[in-house]
Structure formats: C-alpha cells, structure tokens
C-alpha cells in the first residue's frame, strides 16, 4: 500500500471509527466527573482508536505510518466531535448511556446534626438489646 492510499484509508476508517467513539467513551465516562477529565479520556480514547485503524491496515509496517497515524487520529477526531454534537448528544443517547453505565455517585450523609441520648435508662435498654437480639421490643 503506498503512502496516499494508507493515508486515505486511514483518514476514512478513522472517520468510520470516530462516529461511533462517542458511544463508547460515554460507557467509559461518568456524568460527575469534570470536563476536563472527559476530554483527557476522550482524547486518549481518540488516540487509542486511530492507532488501532492505521495498525489493522498494516500501517505500521511501512515506513509512512506517522503520516497515516495523524491522519487517523485527526479523522478520529473530528468525526468524533461532530457525530457527538449532531447525533448523539442532541439525541440524548450518549448522556443516557453515560447514566446508566455509571454507577452511583458516592452518597455524603451530614451526621454532625445528631444527638444521641446516654441516658442510664437508654444505656441499659442498649445492652439487653445486645445481649437478647432477637428477643422484647424497643419500645
């Protein structure tokens, strides 16, 4: 393969790649962590998927693989970016992917309103509901 037509492909697979790179970065993402965390990720994930297209086309084993190699990753890029803008986010499939592939965020509970009652009476209730669990109510 020579060197336009490595490029070509690449530049076309790229794009073929890069449409559907939305969807899989928003399995990876999660909705509380910041944009600028989402970009790095997606930019790795970018790079990952341009190399992976110029690899399965042999691109490595010529000595014009850096050019191909850009052209993929900027193909990867862009078809990325765009699809996400005009497809998937307008849609609400990859902010709802995202959702639903993430799991909960950690929950913060505030106990610093309790009070506790150290009453002898609530003390001594405490320890026979300790030694006789499943026995008397609490009441």
């Given at each position: 393969m020579n060197l336009n037509d490595l490029v070509v492909h690449s530049a076309g697979y790229g794009a073929a790649v890069g449409s559907v790179l939305p969807l899989v970065a928003a399995v990876v993402l999660r909705p509380h962590w910041s944009a600028t965390v989402k970009r790095a990720i997606v930019g790795v994930?970018?790079?990952?998927?341009?190399?992976?297209?110029?690899?399965?086309?042999g691109g490595f084993s010529d000595t014009v693989s850096p050019?191909?190699?850009?052209?993929?990753?900027?193909?990867?890029?862009?078809?990325?970016?765009?699809?996400?803008?005009?497809?998937w986010h307008r849609s609400g499939i990859a902010p709802k992917l995202e959702v639903a592939t993430s799991p909960a965020p950690p929950v913060r509970l505030d106990l610093s309103n309790l009070t506790f009652d150290t009453s002898d009476e609530a003390?001594?209730?405490l320890k026979q509901?300790?030694?006789?669990?499943a026995g008397g109510s609490d009441s």
């Open positions: 994930l970018a790079g990952i998927s341009g190399t992976a297209t110029v690899a399965a086309q050019v191909a190699l850009l052209a993929a990753v900027a193909a990867v890029v862009a078809a990325s970016e765009t699809s996400y803008a005009a497809l003390l001594s209730r509901r300790l030694r006789d669990p």
